[in-house]
């Protein structure tokens, strides 16, 4: 069975980093798009990244440019997602997916795995990352 399981979330200050490990069982990362997206309460849900790994691609929402960076380790079939000089409203519930290759813009590729959510390609259960001092 196709499993994503994220880990690495907690409780950092405003200006402190993490990083995120998305590992899969069931498929080879490499093979598909990936994405991270977040969603705090009360608001919706946004994407944060999306890589084509086979094309070498990073793509970063607005807010993640500059701060956030995806890596990935082929050995142990995992992605990570780096953070660095994170606010407050960065606090969210942060989950990673897997798609299909999009032949269309990144941009539009990221938007189409939020649109589509939980209902299609695979989803992790998310971790928690909370920004507070």
């Known amino acids: 069975q196709v499993q994503l399981v994220e880990s690495g979330g907690g409780l950092v200050q405003p200006g402190g980093f993490l990083r995120l490990s998305c590992a899969a069982s069931?498929?080879?990362?490499?093979?598909?798009?990936i994405g991270w997206f977040r969603q705090a309460p009360g608001k919706e849900r946004e994407g944060v990244s999306y890589?084509?790994?086979?094309?070498?691609?990073?793509y970063y929402a607005d807010f993640a440019k500059g701060r956030f960076a995806v890596f990935r380790d082929s050995a142990k079939n995992t992605v990570y997602l780096r953070m660095n000089v994170l606010k407050p409203e960065d606090t969210a519930v942060y989950y990673c997916a897997a798609g299909p290759d999009c032949d269309a813009h990144p941009a539009v590729c990221m938007a189409t795995m939020r649109r589509y959510w939980m209902t299609r390609g695979y989803w992790g259960q998310g971790t928690q990352v909370t920004v507070s001092s």
């Open positions: 890589i084509r790994f086979s094309e070498g691609y990073e």
């Open positions: 069931g498929l080879t990362l490499d093979s598909y798009g």
